[in-house]
């Protein structure tokens, strides 16, 4: 005949109760979903509403350094003349920033001579540029915007490839990405982009 032994300590009820293992495996599975829920939420809001990008060049200067990172929103957006972009160029499949000069149906000339830029025979008033327009480019002036284009130059104005060269021409609509509103890095030029 075989005896038990009784242990002391604690009796049942007052042994630490464990979480069946359908408990354990649902908890676990509840934190799987809600993370990767929550990476597909931020994947969508980077693709559709927000957009971060990091300026390559000076072209911009001195309104944007090179390696300067920013918001770009493609998101409902209505391009309009000043706006700093981002766009799709096709001659190398790269992202280029520059500022909407003129629209649709406006007539861009530059007087080579001052250096000044005219939409529809006014002069731009552009405090965001250090110099004054003298690189020609290829491109014709007076030049009218296509239907569905915007023309477009860096602030940089004699270091910037932009819409007076047939390189890059006039921006087609659906090659915007996007406006360029808001600066993360460097932390002392956070802040809007204007």
Same mark, same amino acid.
């Given at each position: 005949m ?5 242990q002391r &300590? %604690?009796s049942p009820s ?10 354990l495996y649902?908890?676990?599975f509840?934190?799987v979903e809600?993370?990767?829920?929550s990476?597909?939420?931020v994947?969508?809001v980077f693709? *559709?509403?927000?957009?971060i990008?990091r300026? @390559?060049?000076? #072209?911009?200067?001195p309104t944007?350094?090179?390696?300067n990172?920013?918001? =770009?929103?493609? /998101?409902l957006? $209505?391009?309009?003349?000043?706006d700093i972009?981002v ?5 190398? $499949? %790269?992202?280029?920033?520059k500022r909407?000069?003129?629209?649709e149906g406006?007539v861009?000339? =530059?007087d /080579?001579?001052s &250096?000044t830029?005219f939409v529809? &025979?006014?002069p731009?008033d552009?405090?965001?540029?250090? $110099?004054?327009?003298?690189l020609?480019? @290829? ?7 296509q239907?569905g284009?915007? *023309?477009v130059?860096?602030d940089? !104005?004699?270091?910037?490839?932009d #819409?007076?060269?047939?390189s890059?021409?006039q921006?087609? %609509?659906?090659?915007?990405?996007? $406006?360029?509103? /808001? !600066?993360l890095?460097p932390f002392? &030029?956070?802040g %809007?982009v204007?």
């Amino acid at each position: 005949m075989e005896h038990a032994v009784a242990q002391r &300590g %604690k009796s049942p009820s007052q042994m630490p109760k464990r979480a069946p293992a359908g408990a354990l495996y649902r908890e676990f599975f509840s934190w799987v979903e809600t993370i990767v829920l929550s990476l597909v939420a931020v994947s969508l809001v980077f693709t *559709f509403v927000v957009r971060i990008i990091r300026v @390559d060049g000076d #072209s911009m200067l001195p309104t944007l350094q090179n390696n300067n990172v920013l918001l =770009i929103s493609p /998101f409902l957006y $209505e391009v309009e003349q000043g706006d700093i972009v981002v766009l799709n160029s096709h001659e190398d $499949e %790269k992202l280029y920033i520059k500022r909407v000069i003129a629209t649709e149906g406006q007539v861009v000339n =530059i007087d /080579f001579d001052s &250096g000044t830029v005219f939409v529809d &025979g006014v002069p731009l008033d552009e405090p965001y540029i250090n $110099e004054a327009t003298a690189l020609r480019g @290829d491109e014709p002036f007076p030049q009218t915007v296509q239907p569905g284009h915007y *023309f477009v130059m860096g602030d940089n !104005r004699n270091h910037s490839e932009d #819409s007076r060269f047939s390189s890059l021409g006039q921006v087609a %609509k659906q090659d915007i990405v996007g $406006e360029a509103y /808001f !600066r993360l890095l460097p932390f002392g &030029g956070f802040g %809007k982009v204007g």
